[in-house]
């Protein structure tokens, strides 16, 4: 069985950063692709970034490229994501999610794609 488990959030003001983690336990191989999710009160559930654990470029949600960074360690099952530049609109809980399939190196966006999700972590952009 794989567990995610996200940690990392929390409450910062704008223009902050904050570091979220997503540590994969419970498999070898068995997940090739890590996303990052988010979901906002009273909106749908939203990719922010994903990587593949074969070394294709990370994906990026137009409203967070250039201000935040997915990482991955294989060795340790970890993948970070580092946000910053924070603003109000980034507030959400946001979830790690993992793909099985490897789809020729390129993680996917859509959600339905991830098998296995964690429990999300909550991150507040406030003054």
């Known amino acids: 069985q794989v567990q995610l488990v996200e940690s990392g959030g929390g409450l910062v003001q704008p223009g902050g950063s904050l570091r979220l983690s997503c540590a994969a336990s419970?498999?070898?191989?068995?997940?090739?692709?890590i996303g990052w999710f988010r979901q906002a009160p009273g909106k749908a559930r939203e990719v922010v970034s994903c990587?593949?654990?074969?070394?294709?470029?990370?994906l990026y949600a137009d409203s967070v490229r250039g201000r935040f960074t997915i990482s991955k360690n294989n060795i340790n099952n970890t993948v970070h994501l580092q946000m910053n530049s924070l603003k109000p609109e980034d507030t959400a809980v946001y979830y790690c999610a993992g793909s099985e399939v490897d789809y020729n190196g390129h993680c996917p966006r859509s959600m339905v794609y991830y098998d296995y999700w964690g429990q999300g972590t909550q991150v507040t952009v406030s003054s």
């Open positions: 990587i593949s654990r074969v070394d294709g470029s990370p």
């Open positions: 419970g498999f070898g191989l068995a997940v090739n692709n």
